[in-house]
């Protein structure tokens, strides 16, 4: 009796939030993996099921495959850049001012630098957006460009040429994601013992040393969570790359995401089945590559 007391009282507790996460997120995907079979339009009454001929179709869309491309680029480039600079930040936050007084400290003004490089992500993606709009502004009156235009250089259009545009707002997201990571890495590194830093220092260890020795080793578990978060922002992007560059892929293409070919291939297009079929296909990939990173990198637990 006492057990099922326990039991119903646990249940009493889950039953709201439970039936909340099934109706606003499990029925959602439900009713995209339905209307993927389907060649819907959005607005009228008749439903036809063409089953899996959506999915079909996806192997022969340029604009699918240029999208994946761009993903691809940014999957490999964005977790990269933005975790190697959050580790060197972090650990010179931390770390980086070596031995003091009571054990290893940071960098003088470490709490003002935190502060500093988490502020960016205090900002709504749209006031990013608008922001480097007038930091990229191809005429002199960007901010870049009139630097440029003071050593006498030539303007450059950082979001209307197809060989700079993705690769310049790669950088403002990486810009945008490197105070959280500074701040999640940080936290990682004050669960390490300073005992560890210390005795490796009266060894005679230098700080690159230290950080590959000793603070990456430990720091794995939570490298490995940043991954897979900056992995799943690299096949997201839409609200940045939607003020940035509009909604066409511009230029040429360039910046073409699958979020934004969906959101275009449903509401322009109203094509609301093959454009679910391209967001079951982006879930699929999401999930993907989730599960390899945590299999590759998954190892022992190292107790502290």
Do not use: C
Request: charged share 15%.
């Amino acid at each position: 009796m006492e057990r099922l007391r326990k039991y119903g009282f646990v249940a009493g507790f889950l039953a709201v939030p439970l039936t909340l996460y099934t109706v606003f997120v499990i029925s959602p995907y439900v009713q995209a993996f339905q209307l993927s079979l389907t060649s819907w339009n959005g607005y009228s009454s008749i439903v036809r099921y063409v089953g899996l001929d959506n999915f079909g179709r996806l192997f022969e869309d340029e604009v699918f495959w240029r999208a994946l491309r761009n993903h691809g680029i940014l999957l490999l480039v964005l977790p990269l850049v933005t975790i190697v600079i959050a580790l060197l930040f972090a650990f010179l936050l931390n770390l980086g001012g070596g031995t003091r007084g009571a054990g290893m400290q940071g960098v003088w003004g470490s709490g003002f630098y935190r502060v500093v490089f988490f502020f960016p992500q205090v900002l709504a993606v749209a006031v990013v957006g608008v922001l480097f709009q007038a930091v990229y502004r191809p005429d002199a009156d960007g901010v870049i460009n009139g630097v440029l235009a003071r050593f006498g250089l030539d303007p450059v259009g950082w979001l209307i040429e197809p060989d700079l545009a993705l690769w310049s707002i790669i950088a403002v997201m990486v810009w945008q994601a490197v105070g959280f990571y500074v701040v999640l890495f940080s936290a990682g590194m004050a669960a390490i013992p300073k005992d560890y830093f210390e005795a490796a220092a009266l060894d005679g260890a230098g700080r690159v040393r230290l950080f590959f020795s000793i603070t990456l080793p430990l720091l794995r578990d939570t490298v490995q969570v940043g991954w897979i978060y900056l992995g799943i922002a690299a096949f997201d992007g839409f609200a940045l790359i939607q003020v940035l560059a509009g909604d066409k892929g511009e230029p040429d293409g360039a910046t073409t995401i699958l979020p934004i070919t969906i959101y275009n291939t449903a509401f322009s297009y109203q094509k609301v089945g093959y454009a679910s079929a391209m967001g079951v296909a982006l879930f699929f990939l999401t999930v993907t590559f989730a599960v390899l990173t945590l299999r590759t990198t998954r190892r022992e637990r190292v107790e502290l």
